[in-house]
């Protein structure tokens, strides 16, 4: 089975700490994923890797950095937490190719109080 | 953008009925679609895929994809209050995945 594990279930964070959201998958998938999911506004994609040290912004990138130094981790940075960044974060890998599927970790429910 | 449409619900249907949840999709270069159920608190979770059209069947589950209409769905059979959920409609194109914002069915016992 796919296993992509994220450091933490439930975070709580103050306004304007440095905030770390660790994501390791075990299939030596190239890409990689984060997403963060609020009611009403579905999945909505940050940022993403095709590859080690390689990154790409998603759709909503402002606030957040990512770090992948090694194929199967990949980091989401919030810089500076802000109560607008309280929200479901989800870390995701999927193989190369058109017909490869995406693998969800279990989640991180993020609370910036 | 790429968009991807599906009705937010709440769908209910009765236990054992037939629950029909549907998708559009803006990109007809779309070359894989997903569908994802979530619970309440939870991860989505992988329980269809479809790549060409036509119907694919996996359990209770049919997965229905019509490339020309843009259009693709899925079918319950004999639903159950388990099946109870957020369901999430995905497309990929190129690398990336693209989310409708969910269906929410309610299966009443």
């Known amino acids: 089975d796919v296993k992509v594990t994220q450091s933490s279930r439930y975070l709580v964070k ?18 990689m994923f984060w997403y963060r999911q609020d009611p009403g506004l579905g999945l909505r994609l940050i940022y993403f890797s095709y590859d080690v040290k390689m990154k790409e912004k998603g759709d909503i990138p402002e606030g957040y950095s990512v770090s992948r130094e090694k194929k199967e981790r990949f980091s989401l940075i919030l810089e500076s937490a802000s109560t607008n960044q309280t929200s479901m974060y ?7 190719g058109r017909n490869e599927k995406l693998f969800f970790g279990s989640g991180t429910q993020l609370s910036v109080l | 953008q790429k968009e991807v449409e599906q009705n937010s619900g709440p769908l209910s249907v009765p236990e054992g009925a037939i629950a029909s949840l549907n998708c ?4 007809r270069g779309s070359q894989s679609f997903f569908w994802y159920r979530q619970y309440s608190g939870k991860s989505p979770e992988l329980i269809m895929f479809i790549y060409s059209n036509g119907d694919k069947e996996d359990g209770r589950f049919t997965a229905q994809l019509n490339k020309a209409s843009q259009y693709v769905s899925l079918l319950i059979r ?3 209050p388990s099946d109870s959920a957020t369901y999430l409609c995905a497309v990929k194109g ?5 989310f409708g914002t969910g269906t929410s069915l309610t299966v009443i016992p």
């Open chain 1, 14 to 31: 103050r306004t304007g700490e440095k905030v770390f959201l660790e994501c390791v998958q075990d299939m030596d998938h190239e890409n």
């Open chain 1, 90 to 96: 989800l870390c995701a890998s999927s193989f190369e």
């Open chain 2, 24 to 27: 559009t999709y803006s990109d």
């Open chain 2, 78 to 80: 004999d639903s159950q």
């Open chain 2, 94 to 98: 190129g690398n990336q995945f693209y």
